[in-house]
């Protein structure tokens, strides 16, 4: 209880105010249609709003392929069934929670569902029972419990608590990955549902508590629910609520003038960011495009059709879409992802080799072993470029840490998963009696072709690859074997990269005909996130070629917002925007959920809770809109105006040790630094003219919106190049700021681990 305390005196510093209204969505209904019922999760646990389902992190059943998110039976889906005489539901982003209020005949209720921030294991379910003013009774509030079928995905045993109305069940899973694999065991406590609620005479309102605590520990399941019982209603609320709300404050879009879009914005990082720990943690088995809340087998039979919500693997979505707009916000989730890529490193060299190559080879799709888990042949045969999206999400990843994160990352892992990386693209690529090298056999992100030869996507990622441990090397950040380097630079210098000379564009593969249609943007993907250095002209021509055989249906990992990156780069406004709505139309119901592909399209809305899609908009949204590109040296930075707003910000974005918001109203850009993590580095902004101006902690800085750049640079190195520049005279002051924000974010910091661990 004291470090309960504690928790609460120091947790206050890291609260943020905001606009509450965006991050409220309310409907009258639940959706009649259960996919587009909203996620809850804290990336440990997730479960859907009254779905049957709870799922863990790193939990699946299944043989290879079969493999799945195994389903644990719900004992938090209690939803209250006495007809009432209004109701609302209300999705509260800003705490993460999901509220159900409704008025009975005698009584008012609120429940309220949320996945515990900060204790992980646990689900918990508040329903308060109030007597209205003119009622003296409140009773019989009648209560559903869907927990559905038993799980065929464990052998389940129950043994009995001790306590009032605990539960307590425990078993493994039925079948792992692989057959030398352990089985993993669920400790799963709950407080079971009555039929029905009541109040006492003597009661004016009472809020009854439902905790569900699951763990692959028992220690900790046990504990986790110890806990949460010994904890008031509002105190297990407080301190969640607190954490979400330090996560807003950690990162966030704010927009001017479009209630709907900022919704919009809010839930794209709402539905991410709840399949995401907050902690750093080298034991997340990645994000799947349909989120920690969903994944179990095919359910043909369900409301709505059939849910195909890609069994809970990790595909590129989480290295390509996902990751890169999340970490520049939230660089601990990003690595915590990596994370989940250098977990299985063991198993995907052994891939690599038992293919006749070396280094190292990712699935297609990865569960929990790392072996392919993938049922589409051709794609687990020919979709290799996952491996060079794993080594781009690195580069990313290191062009944005300042050198103290580059140096955790690359000395933990990272500088082998480099560089094996590169060795498997060495190995992979086949010198061509012309000389130069070769990739045959692939498919590429347009999963309309395959068996196809120079993927033009494929090749320069791997070339992106091949160049990265060479970048290591001349940044001192690695030190790597000479003659190896060379060899990756033989063949990156001269990997094959079709260009049709005739018609200024990228051809997407050998042979590729126009006439023919594609899946999902592809070629465009060179211009961004890849950053081909290219004219203006030929970009252009990839927009618009590519843009015209697109299928408008296809399953979308994001193709429309990267047509909004491209447009913007050519300051073509009008068409970027044609192409980010497009995004909406796969957004559902009261509480935007995404699906992959429109609702209305021929097969249906497929994989939904969709967050590759919600990465996609928030893409278009920062590296379209905000124009952010990471370069080896600096972060670029080229603001448009969003269309339907006045103003838009981009608050707490981290770049290379400095927090600090970008913010576009009217013609003017403003950049104002909040934190430092090293005293002896400035963040400047480089103009046109080339002069590095230094950017001090809590000054705005304004300048007319031209695209400009912001470097690091040694503090040492600006006041020498600035000459009398005025750089000292706010030291001091600056220096008190960044003291103060140093201890808060210690002490923040520490409250977590503590209450955590
Ligand atoms: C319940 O009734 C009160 C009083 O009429 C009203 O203000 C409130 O909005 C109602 N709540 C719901 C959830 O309908
Ligand atoms: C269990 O229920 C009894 C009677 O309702 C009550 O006296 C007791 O305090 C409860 N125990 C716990 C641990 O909640
Ligand atoms: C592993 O188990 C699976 C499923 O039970 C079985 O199909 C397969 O033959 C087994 N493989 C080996 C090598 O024992
Ligand atoms: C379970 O968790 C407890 C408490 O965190 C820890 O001491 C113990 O080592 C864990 N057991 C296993 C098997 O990991
Ligand atoms: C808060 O958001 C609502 C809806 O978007 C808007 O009407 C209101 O003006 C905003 N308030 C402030 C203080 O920005
Ligand atoms: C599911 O639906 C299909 C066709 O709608 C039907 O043939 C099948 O029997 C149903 N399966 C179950 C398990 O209800
Ligand atoms: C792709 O490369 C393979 C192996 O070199 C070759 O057999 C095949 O004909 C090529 N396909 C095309 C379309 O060029
Ligand atoms: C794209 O299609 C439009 C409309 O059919 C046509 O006018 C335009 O020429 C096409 N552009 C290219 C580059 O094929
Ligand atoms: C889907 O709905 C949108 C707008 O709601 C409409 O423009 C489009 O034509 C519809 N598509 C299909 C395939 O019905
Ligand atoms: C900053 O520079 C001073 C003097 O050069 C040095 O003593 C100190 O260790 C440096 N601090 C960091 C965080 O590098
Ligand atoms: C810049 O940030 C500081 C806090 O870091 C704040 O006090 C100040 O008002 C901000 N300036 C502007 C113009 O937003
Ligand atoms: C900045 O200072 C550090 C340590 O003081 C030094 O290693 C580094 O080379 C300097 N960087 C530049 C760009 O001068």
């Known amino acids: 209880m004291a470090l309960v305390l504690v928790a609460l005196v120091i947790i206050v510093p890291c609260m943020c105010s905001g606009n509450t209204t965006s991050f409220i969505l309310d409907s009258k209904r639940f959706p009649d249609d259960d996919r587009f019922a909203p996620p809850i999760g804290n990336g440990y646990l997730a479960t859907n709003l009254f779905s049957d389902a709870i799922y863990v992190d790193g939990v699946?059943?299944?043989?290879?392929?079969?493999?799945?998110?195994?389903?644990?039976?719900?004992?938090?889906?209690?939803?209250?069934?006495?007809?009432?005489?209004?109701?609302?539901?209300?999705l509260d982003m800003r705490n993460g929670v999901f509220i159900h209020k409704a008025n009975l005949s005698n009584c008012e209720v609120?429940?309220?569902?949320?996945?515990?921030?900060?204790?992980?294991?646990?689900?918990?379910?508040?329903?308060?029972?109030?007597?209205?003013?003119?009622?003296?009774?409140?009773?019989?509030?009648h209560l559903h419990l869907n927990t559905g079928k038993s799980s065929p995905d464990f052998s389940l045993e129950q043994k009995m608590v001790n306590i009032n109305n605990t539960r307590y069940q425990y078993g493994p899973i039925v079948q792992p990955e692989t057959n030398s694999s352990a089985l993993p065991t669920i400790h799963h406590y709950w407080t079971h549902a009555p039929k029905s609620l009541s109040l006492t005479a003597s009661e004016k309102s009472h809020t009854f508590k439902f905790i569900t605590s699951i763990h692959t520990n028992k220690t900790r399941a046990s504990h986790g629910y110890s806990t949460a019982l010994a904890?008031?209603?509002?105190?297990?609320?407080?301190?969640?609520?607190?954490?979400?709300?330090?996560?807003?404050?950690?990162?966030?879009?704010?927009?001017?003038?479009?209630?709907?879009?900022?919704?919009?914005?809010?839930?794209?990082?709402?539905?991410?960011?709840?399949?995401?720990?907050?902690k750093r943690t080298d034991s997340f088995h990645g994000l799947s495009p349909g989120g920690l809340s969903r994944g179990g087998k095919l359910l043909p039979n369900v409301s709505g059709g059939p849910h195909n919500d890609y069994a809970g693997h990790v595909f590129w979505d989480m290295d390509t879409w996902i990751m890169p707009p999340i970490m520049m916000f939230y660089p601990d989730m990003a690595r915590t992802m990596i994370g989940s890529r250098l977990r299985v490193l063991p198993v995907v060299k052994v891939r690599a080799k038992a293919s006749g190559y070396e280094g190292a080879q990712f699935p297609w799709e990865q569960a929990f072993?790392?072996?392919?888990?993938?049922?589409?042949?051709?794609?687990?045969?020919?979709?290799?470029?996952v491996t060079a999206d794993v080594g781009l999400s690195l580069r990313h990843y290191l062009?944005?840490?300042?050198?103290?994160?580059?140096?955790?990352?690359?000395?933990?892992?990272?500088?082998?998963?480099?560089?094996?990386?590169?060795?498997?693209?060495?190995?992979?690529?086949?010198?061509?009696?012309?000389?130069?090298?070769?990739?045959?056999?692939?498919?590429?992100?347009?999963?309309?072709?395959?068996?196809?030869?120079?993927?033009?996507?494929?090749?320069?990622?791997?070339?992106?690859?091949?160049?990265?441990?060479?970048?290591?090397?001349k940044k001192n950040l690695a030190s790597l074997d000479k003659i190896e380097l060379d060899g990756f630079l033989e063949v990156s210098n001269k990997i094959r990269i079709l260009y049709d000379q005739q018609h200024d564009f990228h051809p997407q593969f050998d042979g590729f005909s126009l006439k023919e249609k594609i899946k999902q943007s592809d070629v465009v993907l060179l211009g961004f996130p890849l950053q081909m250095p290219m004219s203006r002209a030929t970009r252009r021509n990839d927009l618009e070629i590519y843009e015209n055989v697109t299928d408008r249906y296809g399953p979308d990992t994001g193709t429309w917002s990267m047509h909004t990156v491209g447009w913007l780069e050519l300051g073509e406004a009008q068409r970027a925007h044609q192409n980010f709505r497009m995004m909406f139309r796969n957004i559902n119901g009261p509480f935007k959920v995404f699906s992959e592909k429109p609702a209305n399209s021929t097969e249906g809305p497929r994989c939904v809770n969709f967050i590759t899609g919600a990465g996609g908009l928030l893409q278009a949204v920062v590296f379209g809109y905000g124009g952010l590109r990471l370069t080896d040296d600096h972060l670029e930075v080229s603001m448009s105006g969003i269309p339907g707003t006045s103003a838009w910000a981009m608050n707490d974005l981290k770049y290379r040790g400095f927090t600090f918001d970008l913010r576009l109203a009217d013609t003017v850009v403003s950049v104002n630094v909040s934190e430092s993590e090293d005293a002896n580095k400035t963040l400047t902004?480089?103009?046109?003219?080339?002069?590095?101006?230094?950017?001090?902690?809590?000054?705005?800085r304004e300048t007319p919106n031209k695209a400009f750049r912001l470097r690091v640079m040694n503090m040492s190195d600006v006041r020498v190049h600035s000459g009398g520049q005025s750089v000292t005279g706010d030291f001091l002051r600056e220096w008190i700021l960044?003291?103060?924000?140093?201890?808060?974010?210690?002490?923040?910091?520490?409250?977590?681990?503590?209450?955590l661990y």
């Open 60 to 90: 699946f059943n299944g043989y290879r392929k079969d493999s799945h998110r195994a389903r644990i039976p719900s004992t938090a889906s209690i939803r209250v069934t006495s007809e009432v005489i209004s109701d609302v539901y209300r």
């Open 110 to 141: 609120e429940a309220q569902y949320f996945a515990h921030r900060l204790f992980p294991n646990l689900l918990i379910v508040l329903i308060k029972l109030m007597k209205t003013s003119l009622s003296h009774t409140c009773l019989n509030v």
């Open 231 to 278: 904890m008031s209603a509002d105190e297990l609320y407080w301190l969640h609520s607190k954490m979400w709300q330090g996560l807003w404050k950690n990162g966030k879009i704010e927009t001017v003038g479009d209630t709907d879009l900022q919704q919009t914005i809010n839930a794209c990082f709402y539905h991410i960011l709840s399949s995401l720990p907050s």
């Open 369 to 385: 072993t790392g072996y392919e888990t993938c049922p589409w042949k051709p794609a687990s045969d020919y979709q290799i470029h």
């Open 399 to 473: 062009a944005a840490s300042s050198t103290t994160r580059a140096a955790e990352l690359l000395d933990n892992g990272g500088t082998d998963l480099v560089l094996e990386i590169a060795r498997f693209w060495k190995s992979r690529a086949v010198k061509s009696t012309e000389g130069d090298y070769v990739i045959t056999g692939v498919m590429g992100p347009d999963e309309y072709h395959f068996n196809i030869n120079n993927s033009v996507f494929t090749n320069y990622n791997a070339k992106l690859s091949m160049e990265l441990p060479d970048l290591l090397m």
């Open 685 to 700: 902004m480089v103009l046109q003219d080339g002069y590095p101006y230094p950017l001090q902690i809590g000054r705005a």
């Open 738 to 755: 960044l003291v103060v924000l140093m201890i808060t974010n210690l002490l923040c910091s520490a409250v977590v681990n503590n209450v």
